[in-house]
């Protein structure tokens, strides 16, 4: 028999597709997932995904479009078993902290207009938290933090350090209008030691079990501190 523990995470994804008032769609970006998802399995994790409304998650479509393709974009591609999985997500108020060692969230657009309220969600970290396990967030994700709280009822990034999708690199994809707000500034407010790098470059931050990433370009970094922080 062998002694090896295989670790689970759960990666949450979000169900929400409108990009604010526009005629435009929106979703989770590719890169954030697929980077992720395969760096986990390739280390032998084993990875459940969820979504508020269970099902296909909504992709963003400009994250498909020929300047946001990477390897790992290009891999996800390939891979009909993962588009199948993908597409039976299940829904995020079934799903118990206690199955899981770790969780993971992609970015996107879309979680700024559900992951930020969802109760589900909202109730799903704070249990990671005060089970002592890791959490990742990529780009937008971060956006799922803002109203969780710690048990004395602080904001759970209060005096924590994080990163996210900055205010300037969301001027530089002209969504400052569109978006519901600003998640470097929400960030700051919600007590966060909010911190980048340049835009478009890899930038993460670790502030003990809680790891955050700045924009798509993070998130293989995002997942290479969420192994390590997973098999010490």
């Not at 974009?73 to 902290?97: G, Y």
């Not at 569109?178 to 835009?199: N, R």
Request: charged share 20%; hydrophobic share 40%; aromatic share 8%.
């Amino acid at each position: 028999m062998s002694n090896l523990i295989i670790m689970k995470v759960l990666i949450v994804l979000t169900s929400h597709s409108q990009l604010g008032d526009t005629d435009k769609k929106t979703g989770f970006w590719v890169e954030e997932f697929a980077a992720p998802y395969y760096q986990l399995a390739d280390a032998g994790v084993e990875i459940t995904l969820a979504s508020p409304k269970g099902g296909q998650p909504p992709i963003d479509p400009r994250s498909q479009e020929a300047e946001a393709q990477t390897k790992f974009t290009q891999r996800f591609d390939k891979d009909a078993p993962l588009q199948q999985k993908l597409a039976h997500t299940l829904k995020l108020s079934s799903v118990k902290a206690s199955d899981y060692d770790a969780v993971f969230y992609p970015g996107g657009h879309g979680p700024m207009w559900d992951l930020t309220q969802d109760a589900s969600s909202i109730a799903l970290i704070e249990a990671f938290q005060q089970q002592g396990k890791p959490m990742a967030f990529v780009c937008h994700a971060p956006c799922a933090l803002l109203n969780v709280k710690v048990p004395n009822g602080d904001p759970l990034i209060k005096g924590k350090n994080v990163t996210g999708f900055s205010d300037t690199e969301e001027a530089g994809v002209k969504l400052t209008n569109v978006v519901p707000f600003l998640l470097e500034a929400e960030l700051k407010k919600a007590g966060g030691q909010y911190s980048k790098g340049p835009d478009w470059g890899v930038y993460v931050q670790t502030d003990g079990l809680l790891i955050t990433g700045q924009n798509p370009t993070s998130s293989a970094e995002v997942a290479q501190v969420l192994i390590k922080l997973l098999k010490p």
